[in-house]
């Protein structure tokens, strides 16, 4: 599986970034699916999944900022970013969920300034 993440950027407090990632080897439409992140001297955290039992899980500090969406079609998932801030700093990855990872992809770097 070769994940590969797009869209991020550097962007101010209160803006907004919209995420891509695309794979091959899985399956768009059944997989469950999430973005992770993992900001400087932490560890990776999952932020957001979609599919399996629920149809969508957010983290508590992105609940209300962020959606999670993918097309199936075109073998795309999306993170919609609004409401940055300072703490959303990340390089930010895509993988399945609730079951073992896959290899990791490059990730794209979001940095949120004042």
């Known amino acids: 599986v070769q994940w590969v993440e797009s869209g991020g950027g550097k962007v101010q407090a209160g803006g907004s970034l919209r995420l891509s990632c695309t794979a091959s080897g899985i399956d768009f439409s059944r997989d469950a699916m999430g973005w992770y992140r993992e900001a400087p001297g932490k560890t990776r955290e999952l932020v957001a999944t979609?599919?399996?039992?629920?149809?969508?899980f957010y983290g508590d500090s992105v609940k209300g900022r962020f959606t999670i969406s993918r097309d199936a079609a075109n073998n795309t998932m999306y993170l919609q970013m609004t409401s940055l801030k300072l703490d959303d700093t990340a390089l930010y990855y895509c993988?399945?969920?609730?079951?073992?990872?896959?290899?990791w992809g490059p990730g794209t770097q979001v940095t949120v300034s004042l």
């Open positions: 993988n399945v969920v609730f079951r073992t990872t896959t290899s």
């Open positions: 979609i599919g399996g039992d629920v149809d969508s």
